[in-house]
């Protein structure tokens, strides 16, 4: 099964400034990983797949790219809606596996 | 518009057995490419998927629970059911239903899990 790791666990960043998390996987899932954008009490929201694409609706301060089995979700400039849990997923390979989610707080 | 909504009860005693509903519309599971999920995610911890059927009727399950799990749909109520067996209080969670979409004869969820329901919480307790 493949493990999806990512870092740090919590984020403190400044509204305005930008954000990077990261999510390794333990083994290639090739470019199949998506991330998520949880807030309390919601459902996930689907931000980015294939690693790079932006959902529908999604702003363009969302990016996504990766590097070998080390993907990156970088937020640009935070906005205050952007404080929240996130997460990554692999669906190269089954079982499909989410990351353990990094929580993005206000500094 | 596409929605997603689970339904089961809130409440069951350990060792029974969970039944799951999700009922969706804005799509048809008989058309190739679409898929379902099931994620659950225990109070204050991460998510975790459980398994997905798609539009071809093959069906994926976590490997930890396999044994417990069984995922159907029935396309004529645009409804998937999840059943979990024996449960245990480490079940307590907020279970979701999920749409994806894929590419034939390719990746299951290339779009990745693009649709969700609200979820649904589930205590598991005597």
Do not use: H
């Not at chain 1, 952007?82 to 990351?99: E, K, M, V």
């Not at chain 2, 350990?14 to 599971?29: A, D, E, K, M």
């Not at chain 2, 975790?48 to 490997?63: F, G, M, R």
């Amino acid at each position: 099964e493949i493990v999806m790791t990512q870092s740090p666990a919590t984020l403190s960043v400044s509204p305005g400034e930008r954000a990077t998390l990261s999510c390794r996987a333990s083994q290639s899932v090739s470019r199949n990983l998506a991330w998520y954008q949880q807030k309390p009490g919601q459902a996930p929201r689907l931000l980015i797949y294939a690693a790079s694409t932006r959902a529908t609706d999604i702003p363009a301060r969302f990016s996504g790219s990766v590097s070998g089995t080390d993907f990156i979700l970088t937020i640009s400039s935070l906005q205050s809606e952007d404080f929240a849990l996130y997460y990554c997923q692999q669906y190269n390979n089954w079982p499909y596996s989410f990351g353990q989610g990094t929580k993005l707080e206000i500094k | 518009q596409v929605t997603l909504r689970e339904s089961g009860p809130a409440l069951v005693k350990p060792t029974q057995t969970l039944t799951l509903t999700c009922t969706f519309s804005g799509f048809s599971l008989t058309t190739g490419g679409m898929c379902v999920s099931w994620v659950r995610q225990p109070p204050g911890k991460a998510l975790e998927w459980l398994a997905l059927i798609a539009w071809d009727d093959n069906k994926y399950y976590s490997t930890s629970l396999k044994t417990s799990l069984t995922i159907s749909k029935d396309t004529s109520k645009n409804q998937v059911v999840l059943t979990m067996t024996n449960m245990d209080p480490v079940d307590t969670a907020t279970y979701y239903c999920a749409r994806s979409r894929g590419i034939v004869g390719g990746i299951r969820s290339y779009y990745g899990m693009d649709v969700w329901g609200q979820g649904t919480t589930v205590t598991v307790s005597s």
